[in-house]
DNA sequence: GATGAATGAGGATTCATTCAT
DNA sequence: AATGAATGAATCCTCATTCAT
């Protein structure tokens, strides 16, 4: 990962990997069947791990509101903790789907359904609005998480990534509008575009 | 594009690029210096372009909300048009990154200081709270789009993109709270955040 | 061929074929698929084209004893004319059946149906004797020729190898037996053994 | 054996012959000294044995002829017995010649010696033909008798292959011409070679 | 004696790039 | 300006062989 995290999939070479790991290239044969297998074997076990504790960590909250936050918080908490992580997962995320496209699509589930049932207990707890498009907000939570962790990578990682999960939570749940002004009017503003 | 959005990037071969513009290969050579230049002038001609035009589209505006809406009106408009670009965009964004970086940055730059415009009006004309950490309000935008580009690019593209600009915008706006129960609690919470 | 014949298809190396040729490794595929391609081409193309040569070379003789001896004055012939042939042919021959098993088989059953036609006209003639099992003649002529051509090889090619011809032919013909003490009493002491 | 016959000695790898043989990779190497050696020693041991049954099979008989015959039996004998040394040999033979070219050359040369006094022995006995070139009788035996066992090995190894000694036998005793046409006008053409 | 993990040299193949035409 | 045949560096991967256990 720390290769791949350097120089990307594709331009990483399998010798660079071996003498990385301090091993003969043939040797990083005797654990993966390919170059690709690294990447499908990281997101197999390493990757796969991290996000089912995501759910685990989720769980451990009482209500829908606390839940996402956690969910948010172990996220951002994680991806700081493993920066080579990071790197590959964000950069080669695309790429990877051509290779690892069933071990991605597992994983994107996982973390999709986790969101589509802590906003539906929120709903029924009465603390998450009703009228919701339950995809555009998967969308908007998994996006804007992505893009978090995205601009602290580019960033160097030198601020502390796991506390912005607050203010994003934040965010999420407030919106962007003043509650006077705009909450009221809005509904039947739209209409007139598009 | 097509080629890349079809094999990306590293997949590509000039042969086949060259095969797609009905061209001869040495040919790809008298207009791009090497592989890379391919993507570098894309992004400094045709993505530019687009990114201009999200500028535009958002002066026309009369008030911060309409210029939020138009810009992301806009955005999900030229990327459900030119699939090709949406894909290299979406798939290739990282690992371009380290090809095309001053390119990639530049209009990065223009597309942020544009919500950060945006939302700047918005609170001097009211509409937009005032206790918001500008940098995340951006990467929320930022990483919504993409991440609603990238799902519409993996379902095949068969629903309306940029009909999903109105939703969007309405969650930016009032968050995913109910209005009665979070509102007033959560007011003291985020506060410590500037 | 000429690499083929003096390290063999599995020892010859690509760099050593191209060097051999005067051109870059990368040339030779430009002309061939792949390595096993060399050898399929070969076939394809130069050896069928003897064998074809065979045929003709057979039915411009008036009768079947002519033609047998045509076809393996011309086979020594063929292959004393291009030794890497030859070789290739002789040495490679099992290997090759694994590559290029088609080839290999139309050009067995052209030469193997040549000689069932070439013997079953002798019969109609009278000049070949009936009572043969088909198989056996051909699998005599085909083995004895290709024993014949392997061993001029070995012994460096240094006699003439067509010039066999016509004693081979009369030992195909007359066999080895004394025609006084053999020839009558033969069909029934086999029968002893066994 | 086993390995090579089904893989060819190149296609086959010393994992798999060990695996094959029950034991790990590094045993192979207390018995051989290496992929070339296994060849050498099977050759030394396992061929040369069957050659010399040849020998002394061939001993056993009275005369000549039926020396010949009982030499062609047990050759076809002894292959079809072992298919693995079979299909080895007339396979792998002139690869195998690089490699093993003494012990080849060893055994080769006592087939070669046997079938020249049998021949010797018959013409003393006045059962074989006097104007005979020996160096072609001996390629004669040879080549049919490979030719014969390589086709039965590519058809299956269905039927018997060793009930083919008798009418081999025959073959080359009487040859394919019909007795009294060609046996006659035969006689003055051949009578230049020695 | 047996093991099998580790080695790393070697080779097939790809493809961006060049350049004579 | 356009071509496309030729190039050869670069890289993945295999597998015979070694050697510490």
New interface residues.
């Given amino acids: 990962m720390r290769v791949f995290a350097k120089q ?1 999939f ?2 990483a070479t399998i010798s660079r990997i071996a003498r990385e790991a301090g091993v003969a290239d043939g040797t990083i044969y005797l654990y993966f069947r390919n170059k690709d297998d690294i990447l499908i074997q990281f997101f197999n076990y390493k990757a796969k791990q991290v996000f089912q504790g995501f759910k685990r960590e989720a769980e451990q909250a009482s209500d829908a ?1 606390e839940m996402l936050f956690r969910l948010i918080r172990r996220h951002l908490e994680e991806f700081q903790k493993d920066r080579n992580m990071a790197i590959v997962y ?6 990877i ?2 290779i690892a496209e069933p071990q991605i699509r597992e994983m994107y589930q996982l973390y999709s359904d986790l969101i589509a049932r802590i ?1 539906e207990q ?1 709903q029924q707890e ?5 009228d ?2 339950l ?3 998967k ?2 939570v ?7 962790i ?2 602290w990578l ?1 960033s160097g990682g030198r601020y502390d990534l796991a506390a ?1 999960a ?14 006077r ?3 009221p009017s ?1 509904n039947d503003e ?1 209409a007139q ?2």
Wanted: proline share 5%; glycine share 12%.
């Fill in positions: 990307g594709f331009n509101i964000q950069s080669e995320f695309h790429q789907r051509r906003i929120g009465g603390s998450i609005r009703q919701l498009y995809g555009l907000v969308r908007m998994i996006g804007t998480v992505d893009e978090t995205s601009t580019h912005l607050q203010p994003l939570l934040d965010l999420f749940l407030r919106g962007i509008a003043s509650p002004a705009w909450q809005l739209p575009q598009g």
